[in-house]
């Protein structure tokens, strides 16, 4: 009997001990319970970001790219996320999913839309490319031919004189050498210096130019060009404003014109009938029977006199074209400064707006008074 409530005994103890246990792992499974249901919209939420920035990560994102909204849409068709937003405006706007495999087939099954530029309408592309063939025309036409004698080693401002010269539809310089890197063609066998003297005190340099005017009449590509213009090496020139007049003074280019009576030495402008003219005549009219070559020794006097005994008109514009001055070196610091109009010396002014739209300046000796020069001008016309 002893034995047997012992038994009893340790068989309620061991029921009690279970009951206690059970109670137990129901309070630890109660307490898991609510602690997965208060972190499971952030853990879902956290693994929906993570999936979604494993997934975008594997687009190129190492060509040029614009940007649509805050998705950069790159040039090759792929797409990568830009400013993503904070993790907690994520956690606002993610859905409830059932599972992370249900997040991953989600994300496989979304395509990634890239915006495309759209086309250009078809009419535009017709407009477009009638413009660039007009422009293709214009450019191939031979309007307007420079050109310049250079002394040997040429003068410092040769750069920006050919940098200049740029907009004529051709050009070359002349010497006694040749030089293909600047376009220096040799004519002339002599010594390119030169004395001075007449009235005023200029450059007797007929020779030299009289073997340039013989080489151009006789050349076959110069002969291509309707107008041509000689520029001195100290000029400032506009090409584009030369043509305009050239465009709305028409005169026509097989007639005998030249600009001037007399005509500019800095830019002396004539056609390509004085061309003409000049090559059939020079040698038995201007040189033989009116001696031309030996009274005039400037070579602007000599061309103008050959042309008046061989016939040309004067069509030189009835609005300023060129402007011609002497300037002190002050006014250059002013032009830098942006000064519209400059005096000095006894009461002279140069009024910048009243010679702003003129195609020929001269003479500005050195490069920097070019530059400036040019860059006023520029300033001025806005």
Same mark, same amino acid.
């Given at each position: 009997?002893?034995?047997?409530?012992?038994?009893?005994?340790?068989?309620?103890?061991?029921?009690? %001990?279970?009951?206690?246990?059970?109670?137990?792992?129901?309070?630890?499974?109660?307490?898991?319970?609510?602690?997965?249901? &208060?972190?499971?919209?952030?853990?879902? &939420?956290?693994?929906?970001?993570?999936?979604?920035?494993?997934?975008?990560?594997?687009?190129?994102?190492?060509?040029?790219?614009?940007?649509?909204?805050?998705?950069?849409?790159?040039?090759?068709?792929?797409?990568?996320?830009?400013?993503?937003?904070?993790?907690?405006?994520?956690?606002?706007?993610?859905?409830?999913?059932?599972?992370?495999? &249900?997040?991953?087939?989600?994300?496989?099954?979304?395509?990634?839309?890239?915006?495309?530029?759209?086309?250009?309408?078809?009419?535009?592309?017709?407009?477009?490319?009638?413009?660039?063939?007009?422009?293709?025309?214009?450019?191939?036409?031979?309007?307007?031919?420079?050109?310049?004698?250079?002394?040997?080693?040429?003068?410092?401002?040769?750069?920006?004189?050919?940098?200049?010269?740029?907009?004529?539809?051709?050009?070359?310089?002349?010497?006694?050498?040749?030089?293909?890197? %600047?376009?220096?063609?040799?004519?002339?066998?002599?010594?390119?210096?030169?004395?001075?003297?007449?009235?005023?005190?200029?450059?007797?340099?007929?020779?030299?130019?009289?073997?340039?005017?013989?080489?151009?009449?006789?050349?076959?590509?110069?002969?291509?060009?309707?107008?041509?213009?000689?520029?001195?090496?100290?000029?400032?020139?506009?090409?584009?404003?030369?043509?305009?007049?050239?465009?709305?003074?028409?005169?026509?280019?097989?007639?005998?014109?030249?600009?001037?009576?007399?005509?500019?030495?800095?830019?002396?402008?004539?056609?390509?009938?004085?061309?003409?003219?000049?090559?059939?005549?020079?040698?038995?009219?201007?040189?033989?029977?009116?001696?031309?070559?030996?009274?005039?020794?400037?070579?602007?006097?000599?061309?103008?006199?050959?042309?008046?005994?061989?016939?040309?008109?004067?069509?030189?514009?009835?609005?300023?074209?060129?402007?011609?001055?002497?300037?002190?070196?002050?006014?250059?610091?002013?032009?830098?400064?942006?000064?519209?109009?400059?005096?000095?010396?006894?009461?002279?002014?140069?009024?910048?707006?009243?010679?702003?739209?003129?195609?020929?300046?001269?003479?500005?000796?050195?490069?920097?008074?070019?530059?400036?020069?040019?860059?006023?001008?520029?300033?001025?016309?806005?």
């Amino acid at each position: 009997a002893r034995h047997l409530m012992a038994a009893r005994r340790m068989t309620n103890l061991s029921d009690d %001990r279970d009951a206690k246990n059970g109670k137990s792992s129901e309070k630890a499974s109660e307490g898991l319970n609510e602690m997965f249901s &208060a972190y499971k919209q952030p853990i879902l &939420a956290l693994t929906l970001a993570l999936i979604i920035l494993l997934v975008t990560s594997t687009y190129p994102t190492s060509v040029p790219a614009t940007y649509t909204g805050n998705v950069r849409v790159s040039a090759a068709g792929g797409g990568n996320i830009a400013n993503v937003p904070p993790l907690s405006h994520s956690l606002e706007k993610t859905p409830k999913l059932a599972s992370p495999d &249900a997040l991953i087939e989600q994300a496989e099954a979304t395509p990634l839309v890239v915006q495309a530029k759209p086309a250009a309408p078809a009419v535009e592309k017709a407009k477009s490319s009638t413009v660039v063939q007009k422009n293709d025309e214009e450019e191939g036409e031979r309007v307007l031919f420079c050109y310049g004698v250079v002394m040997n080693p040429p003068e410092k401002t040769l750069p920006m004189l050919t940098e200049m010269v740029q907009g004529c539809d051709g050009y070359e310089f002349y010497s006694n050498f040749s030089d293909p890197s %600047r376009k220096i063609v040799k004519v002339i066998p002599d010594a390119m210096k030169v004395g001075y003297g007449g009235a005023w005190g200029s450059a007797l340099n007929t020779k030299h130019f009289w073997k340039v005017w013989r080489h151009m009449s006789q050349n076959e590509e110069i002969l291509k060009y309707k107008w041509f213009v000689k520029l001195d090496v100290d000029t400032v020139f506009f090409p584009k404003r030369m043509k305009e007049l050239l465009k709305k003074f028409n005169h026509h280019h097989l007639e005998s014109n030249a600009w001037g009576s007399p005509i500019p030495g800095p830019a002396e402008v004539f056609s390509l009938g004085a061309l003409h003219k000049y090559r059939d005549g020079y040698g038995p009219i201007c040189d033989e029977k009116h001696d031309i070559y030996n009274k005039w020794q400037q070579e602007d006097m000599y061309i103008y006199k050959c042309l008046e005994v061989l016939g040309f008109n004067n069509t030189e514009p009835p609005i300023p074209w060129r402007w011609d001055g002497i300037l002190p070196e002050f006014v250059f610091h002013e032009m830098e400064r942006g000064k519209r109009t400059i005096c000095f010396g006894q009461g002279r002014c140069l009024d910048g707006d009243s010679i702003k739209n003129r195609a020929v300046y001269h003479p500005l000796k050195t490069t920097y008074r070019m530059r400036t020069f040019r860059n006023w001008i520029k300033m001025l016309e806005g």
